[in-house]
């Protein structure tokens, strides 16, 4: 019993450097969504999944590119890492788009750029 | 701009008291309000949640009361315990965005024993 799995747990990079985020999700959820957490900001939508095959920009999209790769994974590339981007990212799924449909999130992957 | 505001930053209450944590929207277009958990170390979980087609929800020692004139609603812990400490996370969102979640900026909440 899973849930939403998210890889690595921790990174470190130097800027410019890029990386992968991986999520998968085993709860044949149809939504996924890439959040990010920074202290008194609460969580903002990076980008999100409504179904397969579909992605689309969320509140804070710039620096970032998704692929959802199938129903399971939903994946976030940092092409060329900055410091604004430390923080800690959380992958989440909803088993449909309605908006009293659940959110269901991983444990989170924290991210410093230095 | 944060269309939903949360207050206070941070509460500490004594064991068996009550926590209280508001937020307030912008957007009237907003129609379904949860609060989301937050242990250290993981990913917030659903708590509780409204529409504003009533003013109170209660569940167990959590309740969330709505004023929807005044675009408030907040989240009361009653009996509070050591165990409830964590990070709460007010949201809010319309019928047209989906599940696509409006956060605050969240309020950590300490129990002392």
Redesign the interface.
């Known amino acids: 019993n899973a849930g939403v799995t998210q890889t690595p747990k921790f990174q470190v990079l130097k800027t410019g450097q890029s990386m992968t985020l991986q999520c998968a999700q085993d709860m044949n959820h149809n939504s996924m969504y890439w959040y990010r957490q920074d202290p008194g900001m609460g969580l903002r939508l990076i980008y999100y999944s409504a179904s397969e095959g579909t992605t689309d920009k969320g509140e804070v999209p710039n620096g970032y590119n998704v692929s959802r790769l199938n129903k399971r994974e939903f994946s976030l590339r940092l092409e060329s890492a900055a410091p604004s981007q430390t923080s800690v990212y959380f992958c989440a799924s909803s088993e449909t788009q309605g908006s009293n449909s659940p959110l269901h999130f991983g444990n989170g992957t924290r991210l410093t750029v230095t | 701009q944060?269309q939903?505001k949360?207050s206070p930053?941070s509460l500490i209450v004594q064991k068996g008291g009550i926590s209280i944590i508001n937020c307030a929207y912008e957007n009237t277009a907003f129609?379904?309000f949860?609060w989301?958990q937050q242990f250290p170390?993981?990913?917030?979980?659903?708590l509780i949640?409204i529409?504003p087609d009533v003013s109170e929800k209660k569940e167990g020692r959590f309740t969330i009361s709505f004023n929807k004139s005044a675009k408030q609603f907040s989240l009361h812990i009653m009996d509070s315990q050591p165990g409830d400490s964590a990070t709460y996370?007010c949201a809010a969102?319309?019928?047209t965005?989906?599940?696509?979640?409006?956060?605050?900026?969240?309020t950590q909440l300490t129990v002392n024993p």
Do not use: C, I, M
């Open positions: 944060q939903v949360q930053q129609d379904y949860p989301y170390g993981k990913g917030p979980a659903l949640a529409r996370f969102s319309r019928e965005s989906g599940s696509r979640l409006t956060f605050g900026e969240g």
